[in-house]
């Protein structure tokens, strides 16, 4: 098996206060329920963080694969939870049951190491660059292709 880049779409929550432990979605196709897959962000995107609207994939020129067909996901071994922004705690003592969600895309280099990180679908009040930043120190065991394919 080889070692591959691998892009992944992740989801950091934010909840009250406090980070719980960031999921990672199943496959890159399916990164959140369908009901939501076209909504609109709740806020803007910063332009800097933004992913681009479309991404296609040619693994024979790009070296990216998505799991699946002897694709192998990557494995988390070491997360950092985001930063709780000021504007982020101001918003939860005014909302009771106060929840943010910044949905992240990155490719997972053949070191493990988060490249090309950027926000899908934004939270606002100052979250989604703290998510960028957590997850630009994320590591992982990279994801492996068969020999056979």
């Not at 980070?19 to 196709?29: D, G, K, L, N």
């Not at 192998?72 to 969600?101: G, H, I, N």
């Not at 960028?132 to 020999?147: C, D, I, L, N």
Request: net charge positive; proline share 10%; glycine share 6%.
């Amino acid at each position: 098996m080889n070692p591959l880049i691998w892009r992944l779409l992740g989801i950091a929550a934010l909840t009250a206060g406090t980070a719980p432990p960031h999921q990672v979605a199943p496959t890159a196709t399916e990164p959140y329920p369908a009901s939501q897959r076209n909504a609109a962000p709740q806020t803007p995107i910063d332009p800097a963080l933004a992913c681009p609207l479309t991404v296609k994939h040619e693994p024979e020129k790009d070296g990216i694969y998505e799991v699946g067909h002897g694709v192998t996901m990557p494995q988390l071994t070491k997360s950092v939870e985001a930063a709780f922004t000021d504007e982020a705690k101001q918003q939860a003592r005014t909302v009771p049951d106060f929840q943010a969600v910044t949905l992240l895309m990155l490719v997972i280099d053949t070191k493990g190491k988060p490249k090309e990180i950027c926000v899908a679908r934004g939270a606002g009040f100052g979250l989604d660059k703290q998510a960028v930043q957590a997850a630009a120190k994320y590591r992982f065991r990279p994801a492996m292709k068969e020999a056979c394919l």
